[in-house]
């Protein structure tokens, strides 16, 4: 029997160097922040300042002029 796992995303949260992805089907990912040298290089505030778009398929930072698509971080 095959589970469908959700794209979408419901939270975000920074620590450290990496951020932390929370689905709608309970799953988490920690990405290293390494991976986007814009939020690499952003302060903290910066970072939190982020929105979805496209209901929970996309997170975007105005400030950063950054955009992820959550399917990409899937690998």
């Known amino acids: 029997m095959s589970t469908k796992k959700s794209k979408l995303v419901t ?14 089907d309970g ?7 390494e991976c986007f040298p814009r939020l690499r290089d952003a302060h903290l505030n910066q970072l939190q300042n982020w929105r979805f ?6 997170i ?7 955009d992820i698509l959550v399917e990409n971080l899937l690998g």
């Open 11 to 24: 939270d975000l949260f920074f620590k450290e160097d990496e951020m932390i992805v929370y689905y709608e």
């Open 27 to 33: 799953r988490e990912l920690t990405v290293p922040l």
């Open 53 to 58: 778009i496209g209901d929970g398929e996309g």
């Open 60 to 66: 975007h930072w105005e400030e950063l002029d950054e």
